[in-house]
T-cell receptor, first 116, second 112 residues
Framework: GAVVSQHPSRVICKSGTSVKIECRSL??????MFWYRQFPKQSLMLMAT?????????EQGVEKDKFLINHASLTLSTLTVTSAHPEDSSFYIC????????????FGPGTRLTVT | LAKTTQPISMDSYEGQEVNITCSHNNIATNDYITWYQQFPSQGPRFIIQGYKTKVTNEVASLFIPADRKSSTLSLPRVSLSDTAVYYCLVGDENSGNTPLVFGKGTRLSVIA
């Protein structure tokens, strides 16, 4: 099956710094990528949808100036958490969809962000 | 996207069959039903998808009644490694840009 990778898998940063998370589709071209955030014992919460070459669409309540998303190529999307605070500590998961059907959405392994 | 309702948690002993039911009363004509599995600190993994009646693969079976307002994921002879959260999602097969929206899921605990 299709593979989506994320890097890094874990990151610890100091409050006020920025962190970049990469999401790559390894063996297919992803026209659309999605970013989710998951707090402990909770479900995945959609943050934004990004299409290659265009601006991301953010869900209500997600600050687009704080969570910068770039989808510059068909295989790479990045999420940058700017001026991170401890409340941004979470598990960030990306998913990628190719040109196939609804269920052909593949998830990355996630990135654990801890802001100290 | 149609809203889904699932039990918050379930417990089962190893070797038993587990059935998790999901309600989706507002399912639309073009909507498919998809189930995902998520282990702690991992991304969700696709299990099975169906439109109506019954679908079976090497991992699970999915039963969908004629009115499609609910569906049941059946896991045969569960093992400890099946302990995970299971999510039921409903959406349009042809909506390429529509994201998957996750409900609360069902936390399955398999006991030895």
């Amino acid at each position: 099956g299709a593979v989506v990778s994320q890097h890094p898998s874990r990151v610890i940063c100091k409050s006020g710094t920025s962190v970049k998370i990469e999401c790559r589709s390894l063996d297919f071209q992803a026209t659309t990528m999605f970013w989710y955030r998951q707090f402990p014992k909770q479900s995945l919460m959609l943050m934004a949808t990004s299409n290659e070459g265009s601006k991301a669409t953010y869900e209500q309540g997600v600050e687009k100036d704080k969570f910068l998303i770039n989808h510059a190529s068909l295989t790479l999307s990045t999420l940058t958490v700017t001026s991170a605070h401890p409340e941004d500590s979470s598990f960030y998961i990306c998913s990628a969809r190719g040109t196939g059907s609804f269920h052909e959405q593949y998830f990355g392994p996630g990135t654990r962000l801890t802001v100290t | 996207l149609a809203k889904t309702t699932q039990p918050i948690s379930m417990d089962s002993y190893e070797g038993q069959e587990v059935n998790i039911t999901c309600s989706h009363n507002n399912i639309a004509t073009n909507d498919y039903i998809t189930w995902y599995q998520q282990f702690p600190s991992q991304g969700p993994r696709f299990i099975i998808q169906g439109y109506k009646t019954k679908v079976t693969n090497e991992v699970a079976s999915l039963f969908i009644p004629a009115d499609r307002k609910s569906s049941t994921l059946s896991l045969p002879r569960v093992s400890l490694s099946d302990t995970a959260v299971y999510y039921c999602l409903v959406g349009d097969e042809n909506s390429g840009n529509t994201p998957l929206v996750f409900g609360k899921g069902t936390r399955l605990s398999v006991i030895a």
